[in-house]
Structures are given as C-alpha cells and as structure tokens.
C-alpha cells in the first residue's frame, strides 16, 4: 500500500489529464449490466458519429449521481461501441475525485478523465480522431435543482465547453438524459432561500455542491440513499459541426455557437419528450 500511495501522488496524479487508464474489460463487466436494469438504462443514438472526427458531447441533465451518464459512457452494458463504432467515450468528472486512492483508479478503468482544459485538449486533439469528451455542462449548481419533475439546466452562462470545442475543432453533440432527475427527492431549495444561498457559498468552497436528498432504502417503503428504481434514457442528439478550428474564437463566435448548441439542446427535448411520457407543455427552462 505504501507503495501504491507513493507511486499514485509522486508520479500518477497528471494520468487523468493524459487520457487515464482505460479499460474494455472492466468496462464489459456483467455487473454493470444489473447496474442498468436497474434503472431500465437506454441509450439512444438519433445521429450516426463520424469515427473520423472528435467530439464534445453535453450531458443534460447533471441530476445527483450522474448514473445515465456512467452506464452508458463509463461502462459498455447499454451498447455504446456498438450503437457508435469508432467512437471512444470519455466522461469526465472533477479532479477532486482523482485525490482519492483506489477509487481514481476504478473510475480511470471505465475510461473517466478530470474535466480540466488540459483533459479536454488531450482527448480530442492528442488522440487520432474517434474520440468524445462526455461533460455534465451543469455541473454542481445544476444538481441543486435535481429533484422529480425539474427540467432547469445551468447552461445560458456555460460557454467554456463551446470555446474548447472551436479551439479544437471538435464538433458538439447535445445529450439529454429522460429520467435522470427522478432518481432522488431533494429538501426544497429555491433560488434565494437561505438554504440554497448557503450551498452557493459551500460550493465555491469545496468545488463541489452538497444537495439534501434522499431516496429509497433497502425495502422499497423505506426512505433511504439508494436511487429509487426508475427508468433512464439516454438520447444522443446531433451533432454540431466545427468548421474548423480557431486559436483565439471571438466572443461573437462563442456566442453565436452557444446558441446553435442550445437550441440543438431544446430541439432534441422538444422532439423526444413524447416518448417518455411528458406533456408538450414541459418545456426546458434554461438558467
């Protein structure tokens, strides 16, 4: 152990900015096909992905345990790499969670990376083409508004993602998860209570956001941690060309394409809400 410690702070700590370690057979391990049925996981390709270009896709939404995104990025029990060959799936999570030993490098097998520029740059740009970045563009502020029935996203100021993409020339693909906010109840926080304003505060502190909530227990009557058993979709929008890359993109032309992807975004709801039971009514509200 002492070992391991020594080697992972002195020499590791930078792998999960230079593309981890990735691995195929941990990514096939039945279990995490029982990880899928329980929540009646799918992933849904509208749009064939180009194996010849390199990819940033936004997860929508960030919910509180992102468990739409590790089944189908993470892990291969909803059929990523068959549904888009060529594609190579990278989530990416907080660099805090490479801190920890042993769970870094559970998390690196299903092929995460830290969500930092370095990361980013290196995955669509270091590594031949075929590659996709998976981002939670809401992050830890969106998680505060997971709760059932929420359809707001933290996005109208989230443009770091776009700039990258048109540093780099990877082209976007909007990501809407149906499902991923039933999964836990959270204690009421609206904007402006005092609740929520005190978890802005902690949240700028630790990096991270601590939502209050809570779900099923071992027996299904009893409230508990555990998610409760509700389907997930994944549906995979179209994707958003690049014409090309561009060293220093404008504000204009961040702007400009930060629009396209939203819309994109909105167009892939509108489009598909139906199908998983929501009344044409519901709307995205985008914060």
Request: contains cysteine; positive net charge.
């Amino acid at each position: 152990m002492v070992v391991y410690l020594l080697w992972t702070y002195c020499f590791d700590l930078g792998t999960p900015s230079k593309g981890g370690r990735r691995s195929d057979t941990f990514r096939r391990l039945k279990s995490w096909e029982y990880f899928r049925d329980y929540f009646s996981a799918k992933l849904i390709r509208t749009k064939r992905l180009d194996p010849k270009r390199n990819y940033i896709l936004g997860y929508h939404p960030h919910g509180i345990m992102c468990a739409g995104a590790w089944v189908n990025f993470a892990t291969e029990a909803t059929g990523f790499s068959n549904l888009f060959p060529g594609i190579k799936s990278h989530l990416l999570t907080l660099k805090l969670m490479f801190k920890f030993p042993l769970l870094r490098d559970f998390v690196m097998a299903g092929g995460v990376n830290d969500v930092s520029k370095e990361s980013i740059r290196h995955i669509v740009t270091k590594q031949g083409t075929g590659n996709a970045a998976v981002i939670a563009i809401g992050g830890a502020a969106e998680s505060l508004d997971a709760r059932p029935g929420s359809y707001t996203l933290t996005l109208k100021n989230r443009k770091g993602f776009v700039k990258m993409a048109l540093q780099t020339g990877a082209y976007l693909v909007p990501v809407f998860c149906f499902g991923e906010n039933e999964l836990f109840n959270q204690i009421s926080n609206p904007r402006g209570s005092r609740l929520r304003t005190f978890q802005n505060k902690l949240m700028k502190l630790l990096s991270f956001a601590p939502p209050l909530f809570f779900g099923r227990g071992i027996l299904p009557t009893i409230i508990g941690f555990m998610p409760f058993k509700r389907p997930v979709c994944t549906v995979v929008g179209a994707p958003i060309p690049v014409k090309r890359a561009v060293a220093n993109p404008s504000p204009q032309q961040v702007n400009r394409l930060h629009k396209k992807y939203v819309q994109g975004l909105i167009n892939l709801f509108e489009e598909q809400k139906h199908r998983y039971g929501l009344s044409k009514n519901i709307k995205l509200r985008i914060v």
